[in-house]
């Protein structure tokens, strides 16, 4: 009988009690492929076990860890494909030392934290946590509600500090709105910006005229705190701060003191520096911002997104194709890893 592409999926993806993670990820075109062969990894904690990988072409990993010691023998393994976007649980070096790709799932996450950033802006923007409070105190709270008008968006203009995969989206999703765009990204493409009204300006500007004012950068060490102090006091005070991102991206201290003074109107933060934020953290004391446990895109849709656009690298992969997503694009002129390729693209292409 011929070989099988072998896929593995990292031992988290199996709850303790034997039943799947994220039933929402199909697992089903990977079983019923005819030429695939797919299990779950036994062994839990620490690193990815470099033996249990041994002989397999693929590897779909959650959160568990892909280290150094993760890589396996025999120079099979062709790809980690991460279940979501973040990667800071990947030895990328390691990936690309041994010409395995690293991908990740853009497509799967766009929509889904594009309408998460939409929904805090309608959210903090139309007060709707302020007036839910007000309800549930009857006619005392009643009373209140003139005090607590929301904030119109027409005209009114919407910033993104980054305009990648899910910054874009999120114009997209605006657009009926009827609101002005303007982003602060240094490598954008100006095609794409003509192309979703976004007039591309430099940081200063953004702070100064946004209204809403999203971000949608990666954290890196150019990014970390690009929201802060400084940057704060340019906004103006009706201005309200959106982070999706990661919480690095945002000096947590520095916003929590601007809230506090009431120097911008308010924020709406899905990311936290630190996650969880211990429990004296002054930022959760505030009636100006609203929170979420890194989590508000997480929908049956967002996941089956992710799902499919794993399987999706896997079938690619498996064709002796590119995969989407590649992260260690580098990776992709090596010899060891376009010579996988070759030979799958010899044994399943076709
Ligand atoms: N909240 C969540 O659950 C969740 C889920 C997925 C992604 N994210 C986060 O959302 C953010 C955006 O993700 P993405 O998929 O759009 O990434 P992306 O790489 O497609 O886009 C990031 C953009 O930031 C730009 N950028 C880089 N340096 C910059 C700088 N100094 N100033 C301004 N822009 C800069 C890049 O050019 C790029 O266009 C990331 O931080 C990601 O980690 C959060």
Known sequence: MAEKFRVALSSDFLKPDGSPAFPMFDRKPLSDHPNIEWAYLKQGGG?????????????????QRFARESVPKGGRLGMVARFGVGYDTVDVEACSDNGIALVITP???????AVSIIALMLVITGKLLVKDRLTRQGPPGFAQKINHMGYGLVGRTLGSVGMGNIGAEMFRLAKPFDMTFIACDPYASPALAANLGVRLVDLETLFRESDVLAVNCLLNDETHHVVNAARISLMKPTAYLINTSRGG?????????ALQENRIAGAGLDVLDPEPPSADDPILTLDNVVLNPHALCWTDQCFAGIGAADVAAVFDLMAGKEPRGIVNRATTENAGWRAKLERNRARFAG
């Open 249 to 257: 991206t945002v000096d947590q201290a520095a916003l929590t003191k």
């Open 47 to 63: 690193p990815v076990s470099a033996t249990e990988l041994e002989g397999y072409d693929a590897l779909i990993l959650l959160a």
């Open 107 to 113: 497509d799967g996450v766009r929509r889904p934290v």
